[in-house]
Nanobody, 113 residues
């Protein structure tokens, strides 16, 4: 399955963005879907994860501000990001796992102070 991320852009601190990830095929069998991000000069890090059973996990830095959701019927995943701050500036990647790793291309989020 191929993943296509979209929704990045430039936003002021305190603003919101919604990222979307569209899969080329069914995501029903995906054990987990997640968003990762990579800031300049830093390693890629897990931002949020949605497990097939319905549970979600968040990085401490985004907990309470970001919400991940997956729609198996539409083969999409989204990340609602609220109260953004400059530390959230990064390239965001969508990821899916079904015994194989599937990565989408990144979408750039830039938060200005």
């Amino acid at each position: 399955v191929q993943l296509q991320a979209s929704g990045g852009g430039l936003v002021q601190a305190g603003g919101s963005l919604r990222l979307s990830c569209t899969a080329s095929g069914s995501i029903f069998s995906m054990t987990a879907m997640a968003w990762y991000r990579q800031a300049p000069g830093k390693e890629r890090e897990l931002v949020a994860r949605a497990i097939s059973g319905g549970s979600t996990n968040y990085a401490d830095s985004v907990n309470g501000r970001f919400t991940i959701s997956r729609d198996n019927a539409k083969n999409t995943m989204s990340l609602q990001m609220n109260n953004l701050n400059p530390d959230d500036t990064a390239v965001y990647f969508c990821f899916a796992y079904d015994l194989s790793h599937h990565w989408g291309q990144g979408t750039l989020v830039t938060v200005s102070s």
